[in-house]
């Protein structure tokens, strides 16, 4: 066993019993049908040498940047396991919002950077369209 994980690739991993609810201190980002935002879709491809770089830098953003921008909400980002991807699922107000962060001079620093890191992405706008849950419910 190494840490956590299993050392077998096919195993599913080990986890610690998560918090309840009450007692989290990192902020969660509700996925929902019924709320009225975007969500940009993000897929970066990138040499897996440059993930991190490219991680560190959307993080970078986001707290520098994107957490005054008018119309942001949320933003996750996750790494492939194979270290040849990074997505970013970030939540907007609304498409308007979204376009206008585009147009301003601090977003599109952050752009060019994160675009000399990756070799391609694709930023994609979406709504969540169904949940569904192991215990059945579907929203």
Do not use: C
Not at 20 to 44: K, Q
Not at 99 to 107: I, S
Not at 123 to 134: C, D, G, K, M, Y
Request: aromatic fraction near 6%; avoid cysteine; charged fraction near 20%.
């Amino acid at each position: 066993m190494n840490g956590p994980f299993p050392t077998n690739r096919f195993a599913r991993p080990t986890h610690p019993t998560p918090e309840p609810a009450t007692m989290r201190t990192t902020p969660t980002t509700t996925i929902s049908t019924d709320a009225d935002l975007v969500t940009l879709v993000n897929v970066f491809t990138v040499d897996p040498r440059r993930q991190t770089d490219l991680v560190d830098a959307l993080d970078r953003a986001t707290r520098d940047v994107f957490l005054t921008v008018p119309g942001f909400v949320s933003a996750n980002l996750h790494v492939s396991l194979d270290g040849r991807r990074v997505v970013n699922y970030a939540q907007w107000a609304g498409e308007q919002q979204y376009k206008e962060a585009l147009q301003r001079p601090d977003v599109r620093e952050h752009l060019t950077e994160a675009a000399a890191i990756a070799e391609a992405y694709d930023p994609t706008l979406v709504r969540v369209r169904s949940i569904h849950h192991p215990d059945g419910q579907q929203a």
